[in-house]
């Protein structure tokens, strides 16, 4: 079985704004029904579990497609980070997910994920031992800050060759991932996103070349693009 789980627990306070930033509209949608709908299109995927946070109000406002709505159940165990969100959700799914399932981990926060990047992670992976993510090359120089404070300047270059940036889904096996992401937890050991956890195992996931649209909103200009690529202006 493959299945889909989208943390979405988080405050995103970056972006401002009063509700949180998976339920920011994106062309009068919640950015949220965006990764769902993506999902919901490729005919792998055979349900999409939302973590939400416990006190969450504001997911049974959220308008789908007949088949999105079919597929989806929320799981109101959101925790304090993201890494806690993925794992509480992971457990709550312990009784019905088998240890060699499929899981694709994918930010609420990436609305432009397609049905077409899903299909290319699985046809790269669906074979492979370990699983992987999707990811891009680091195309722009990259700059590390003084540490000295004030003002950022340069301390050096960092040398991009070999670097990309990971993106989201992120797609394991559920005994495997759960088994990282608990280890991690209990290590006091924080990951950012599940290849980091699985890789503290020894593991190697693959790289599987995503797409420039697929980025995270963080910031209220991030949502201006998503809405300009949306529109396909
Ligand atoms: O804040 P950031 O962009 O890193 O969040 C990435 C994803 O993780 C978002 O979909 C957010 O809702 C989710 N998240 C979560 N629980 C938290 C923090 C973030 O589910 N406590």
């Known amino acids: 079985m493959i299945v889909a789980l989208i943390p979405a627990a988080g405050v995103g306070t970056r972006i401002g704004g009063d509700l949180p930033k998976q339920y920011q509209l994106l062309a009068g949608r919640p950015l949220l029904a965006y990764s769902i709908?993506?999902?919901?299109?490729?005919?792998?995927?055979?349900?999409?579990?939302?973590?939400?946070?416990?006190?969450?109000?504001?997911?049974?406002?959220?308008?789908?497609?007949a088949r999105a709505e079919a597929l989806t159940r929320t799981l109101p165990v959101g925790g304090a980070s993201r890494h806690e969100s993925v794992l509480n959700g992971l457990e709550a799914l312990a009784k019905e997910l088998?240890?060699?399932?499929?899981?694709?981990?994918?930010?609420?926060?990436?609305?432009?994920?397609?049905?077409?990047?899903v299909a290319r992670l699985l046809a790269a992976l669906l074979q492979d031992p370990v699983g992987g993510l999707l990811a891009l090359p680091v195309a722009d120089t990259l700059k590390a800050e003084?540490?000295?404070?004030?003002?950022?300047?340069?301390?050096?270059t960092v040398d991009r060759a070999g670097l990309w940036q990971a993106q989201t889904p992120q797609m394991f096996r559920?005994?495997?991932?759960?088994?990282?992401?608990?280890g991690a937890l209990k290590a006091n050991r924080p990951v950012t996103d599940e290849a980091s956890a699985i890789e503290a195992l020894g593991f190697a996931p693959r790289l599987v070349r995503g797409s420039p649209s697929n980025f995270k909103v963080t910031y209220?200009?991030?949502?201006?693009?998503?809405e300009k690529l949306l529109k396909g202006q």
């Open 37 to 65: 709908e993506a999902f919901a299109a490729s005919a792998e995927i055979s349900a999409i579990y939302v973590v939400v946070a416990p006190a969450d109000q504001s997911f049974g406002g959220v308008a789908l497609s």
């Open 98 to 117: 088998d240890p060699a399932d499929w899981v694709l981990v994918h930010d609420a926060a990436r609305p432009g994920l397609t049905a077409a990047l």
């Open 146 to 156: 003084r540490a000295d404070g004030k003002a950022a300047t340069v301390s050096h």
């Open 174 to 182: 559920f005994g495997l991932l759960r088994e990282a992401l608990a």
């Open 220 to 226: 209220p200009e991030d949502l201006e693009l998503a």
